[in-house]
């Protein structure tokens, strides 16, 4: 008789082999954020975000378990810029999506800061996935890489077409040529000073995930350029990755990565 697989095993799993909990930034909870430890997987959805489509998209394709890198749930953030804001229980995609996975009986577990720092991780994921090769420099979050001279314009086409996206920002010279690429995926250019990190290398142009204005005018000013991707696009590489170790471990399941669109892929 085959052996039923629990969440538990799952879990286990990511957290000793894959992305250990020691990795995780302190008040970053990781792990079970929804739902029971003692379910039995039937099928796994691995995602950027937990967003209503993506929950309807597992529901329908059957599986009881998701794997985000994200939060499930906004929180109540008493900012004092809002006059009416809602409180964590009474906002409608908090509402929306919690009642959704009680009526299916799913599990929700995240990976966060560990994974964005574990080796192998998030930050080597994007790197990795673009295709560079010689890594030079390596910070907690911060890869620099010394590749084959490319142009600027060149670059900003290549991260395009590997990260599936129709465009990314850009600024710089186009016809500049760039032999040192600078990664900064996921949220870290919602850092107004993130460039500071790059400040001992020999880094170009560095590449971003989601990008405030504030950050790109101050990476300017650093005499970098840049490119702007997305947060989920940077961050696909690394849920990728899960996707197939989840795979390899429990051939018996059924795992499909989901885009926060809810597509497979």
């Known amino acids: ?3 039923k697989t629990l969440v538990r095993d799952v879990a ?40 209503l489509k993506v929950i309807e998209k597992a529901t329908v394709s059957k599986a009881n378990l998701i794997i985000s890198h994200e939060w499930l749930v906004y929180e109540y953030t008493k900012n004092r810029w809002m006059e009416n804001e809602c409180g964590t229980s009474t906002k409608v995609p908090n509402m929306k999506r919690l009642r959704l996975l009680s ?24 790197g990795e ?11 907690k979050l911060v890869r620099v890489y010394h590749e084959k001279p490319i142009l600027l314009r060149e670059l900003a086409e290549l991260v395009a077409e ?14 500049k040529k760039i032999d040192y690429v600078g ?24 590449i971003f995930g989601e990008m405030l204005q504030y950050t790109e005018i101050y ?15 940077s961050e696909m590489p690394g849920m990728l990755k899960i996707t ?11 795992v499909n990565y989901l885009t926060s669109a809810g597509d497979t892929h």
């Open 1 to 3: 008789m085959e052996k």
């Open 12 to 51: 286990k799993y990511i957290e000793t082999e894959i992305a250990p909990l020691k990795y995780s930034l302190p008040d970053d909870k990781n792990g079970l954020i929804f739902g029971s430890l003692n379910n039995k997987v039937v099928g796994i959805a691995v995602c950027w975000s937990p967003t």
């Open 103 to 126: 009526e299916n009986n799913m599990t929700v577990l995240k990976y966060h800061s560990n994974w964005d720092i574990a080796p192998g991780g998030i930050a080597d994921s994007f």
């Open 129 to 139: 996935y673009l295709g560079f090769k010689n890594l030079v420099k390596k910070g």
């Open 162 to 175: 590997k990260l599936r996206i129709n465009y990314v920002g850009v600024s710089g010279e186009p016809e």
């Open 183 to 206: 990664t900064a995926p996921g949220g870290l250019g919602q850092i107004f000073t993130y460039a500071d990190d790059f400040r001992d290398s020999n880094a170009q142009v560095l």
């Open 219 to 233: 990476t300017q000013e650093t005499e970098y350029s840049y490119i702007a991707t997305s947060h989920e696009a």
């Open 244 to 254: 197939s170790l989840l795979k390899k471990k429990f051939r018996q399941i059924p």
